[in-house]
């Protein structure tokens, strides 16, 4: 029977009973599993020290870590007094801990915005345990609206803008996996500041990598032309050469994809709200073309290709020029050739 072996250690493996915490983890719950045990810091917060032992042992290192891998320095009880007068000092002082063995991530969250908002001594800027939990990390990242509920926690105002927009709705409402949550954008751990102008610059690349995508978007029969159009326009040309030449002076912004479908708040390009809808075209505009006149928009290509139906003049000239060209260059040619036979000739 050799099946009835591995059968066997299958469901050995689905029996399991959850890890047993190593012998120190139970000395520490002796005390901290009891819902009741608290202590006042010197602010007048209460700290509730009660440690939900299933969560933890549910979480990514319920089977892995003790307590004292991360509580280094509690081994001794009593506890030797610490120095904490609020909960935030506490929480950013065990936070360290993390660093010892996610030392890549840790590395990566000193380049961010966050980091840098901690630095200056804001205090509520987040660090790991803010968006991973600390006893209850789960896999982090799904399912992918937990990330933009993470991120609401503190950025209510975007994420509710967000929440209505074309992207967010789907993923919210309809739980479409296709669309960007807040960190496909921003990322997680290195958050670049939004309104520096590299970054403001590379945001078409941000957006193509989804528009460009032709299996993506013939789900939901939208143009993949976008990009390739925006990049021809001299709104796509004048941003590429100002990303090129970083010394430009920031008041010369061409428009982005954003500037005119909004960030957080893009809508579907025929929604009564859209900002590129043709009622309200020309006002996304004039954020820019200052005089810009109700018929300014029609002298622009949009995203579309010329073609004999849109824009036929451009079209033909296009066209024109494509059978023109080509003609000249060979009336040029067979000139050439001609004279070179009459030297021949005539020798
Ligand atoms: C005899 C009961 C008891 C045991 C066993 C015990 N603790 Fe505690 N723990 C306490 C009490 C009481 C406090 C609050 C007062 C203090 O900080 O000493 C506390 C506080 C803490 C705190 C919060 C520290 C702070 O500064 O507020 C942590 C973290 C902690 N314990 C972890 C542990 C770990 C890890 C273990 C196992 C190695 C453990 N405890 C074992 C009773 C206990
Ligand atoms: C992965 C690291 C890690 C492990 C493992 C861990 N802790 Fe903690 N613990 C933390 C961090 C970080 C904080 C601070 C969390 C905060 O302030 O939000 C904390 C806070 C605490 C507190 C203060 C109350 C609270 O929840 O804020 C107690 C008590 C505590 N831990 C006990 C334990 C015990 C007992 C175990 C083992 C069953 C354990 N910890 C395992 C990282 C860990
Ligand atoms: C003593 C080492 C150690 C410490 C300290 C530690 N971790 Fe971990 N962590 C691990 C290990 C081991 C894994 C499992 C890795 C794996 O599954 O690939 C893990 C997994 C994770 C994961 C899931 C990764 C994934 O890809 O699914 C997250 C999130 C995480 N840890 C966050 C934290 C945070 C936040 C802290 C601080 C409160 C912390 N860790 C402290 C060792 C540690
Ligand atoms: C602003 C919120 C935020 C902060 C702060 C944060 N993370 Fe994360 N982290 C996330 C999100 C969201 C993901 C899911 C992956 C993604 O979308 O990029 C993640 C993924 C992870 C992973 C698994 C994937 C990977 O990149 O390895 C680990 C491990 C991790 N974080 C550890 C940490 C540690 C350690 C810290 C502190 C030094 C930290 N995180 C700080 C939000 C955060
Ligand atoms: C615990 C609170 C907290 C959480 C959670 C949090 N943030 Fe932040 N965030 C802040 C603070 C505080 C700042 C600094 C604000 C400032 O500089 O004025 C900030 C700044 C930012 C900025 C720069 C804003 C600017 O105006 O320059 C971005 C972008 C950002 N966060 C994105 C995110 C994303 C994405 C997530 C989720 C993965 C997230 N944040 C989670 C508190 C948080
Ligand atoms: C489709 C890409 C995209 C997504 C998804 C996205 N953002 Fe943004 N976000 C941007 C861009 C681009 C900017 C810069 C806007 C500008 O030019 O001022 C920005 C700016 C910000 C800012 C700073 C300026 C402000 O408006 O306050 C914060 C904070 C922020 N985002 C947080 C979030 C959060 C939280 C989420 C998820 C709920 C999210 N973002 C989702 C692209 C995105
Ligand atoms: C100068 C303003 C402007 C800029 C810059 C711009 N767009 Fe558009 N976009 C529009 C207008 C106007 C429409 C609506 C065209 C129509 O009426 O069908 C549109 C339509 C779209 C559509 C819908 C296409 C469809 O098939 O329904 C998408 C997707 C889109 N744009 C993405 C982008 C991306 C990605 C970028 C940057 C690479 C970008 N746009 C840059 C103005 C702009
Ligand atoms: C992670 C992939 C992804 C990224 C990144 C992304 N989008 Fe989208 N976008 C989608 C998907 C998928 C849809 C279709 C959603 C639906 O119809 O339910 C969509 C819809 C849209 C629409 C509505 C088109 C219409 O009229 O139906 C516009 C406009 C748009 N996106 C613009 C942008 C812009 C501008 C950016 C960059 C700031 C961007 N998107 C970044 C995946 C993405
Ligand atoms: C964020 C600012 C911004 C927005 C919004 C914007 N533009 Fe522009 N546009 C520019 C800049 C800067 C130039 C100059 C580019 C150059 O000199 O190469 C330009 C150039 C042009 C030109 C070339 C002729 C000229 O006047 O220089 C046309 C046509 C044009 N834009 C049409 C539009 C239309 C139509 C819209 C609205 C759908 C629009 N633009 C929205 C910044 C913007």
Redesign the pocket.
């Known amino acids: 029977m050799p099946f009835v072996l591995p059968l066997a250690l299958l469901v050995a493996q689905v029996a399991a009973p959850p890890p047993a915490l190593d012998d120190q983890s139970e000395t520490c719950l002796a005390c901290h599993a009891d819902r009741t045990l608290a202590v006042t810091l010197p602010d007048g917060e209460v700290q509730h020290l009660y440690v939900d032992v299933e969560a933890f042992r549910k979480s990514v290192h319920g089977d892995r870590l003790g307590c004292t891998d991360c509580h280094t320095d509690m081994t001794e009880v009593p506890h030797p007094a610490k120095p904490f007068r609020t909960r935030r000092e506490f929480t950013l002082a065990y936070y360290e801990q993390c660093k010892r063995c996610h030392f890549a991530n840790y590395t990566k969250t000193v380049d961010s915005v966050h980091y840098a908002a901690l630095a200056r001594g804001d205090t509520t800027a987040p660090v790991c345990v803010d968006c991973h939990g600390s006893h209850d990390i789960v896999k982090p990242g799904q399912p992918r609206a937990a990330v933009s509920r993470t991120c609401a926690k503190c950025h209510e105002g975007v994420s509710s803008t967000y929440a209505k927009s074309v992207h967010g709705e789907a993923l919210l409402e309809g739980g479409n996996p296709d669309v960007p949550v807040c960190t496909d954008c921003h990322r997680s751990h290195d958050i670049a500041g939004p309104r520096e102008q590299h970054w403001r610059l590379s945001t078409?690349e941000l957006?193509?990598s989804c528009?460009t995508n032709k299996a993506l978007m013939a789900k939901y029969g939208?143009?993949t032309a976008?990009?390739q159009t925006?990049l021809e326009d001299f709104?796509?040309m004048t941003a590429s050469l100002q990303r090129d030449e970083p010394g430009t002076p920031t008041g010369a912004f061409a428009?982005?994809?954003t500037?005119?479908?909004g960030v957080h708040d893009i809508t579907r390009?025929d929604a009564p709200n859209s900002k590129?809808m043709r009622a309200n075209?020309v006002k996304?505009c004039q954020q820019c073309h200052t005089g810009a006149t109700e018929n300014f928009p029609a002298a622009w290509l949009?995203?579309y290709e010329p073609s004999w139906q849109r824009a036929p003049l451009v079209y033909g000239v296009k066209l024109f020029y494509s059978i023109l060209i080509p003609f000249m260059m060979a009336g040029l040619v067979l000139q050439i050739l001609l004279h070179l036979w009459r030297v021949v000739v005539n020798r």
């Open positions: 078409p957006c193509s528009h939208i143009s976008v990009l925006y709104h796509g428009a982005v994809c500037d005119c479908h390009v590129v075209l996304t949009s995203h």
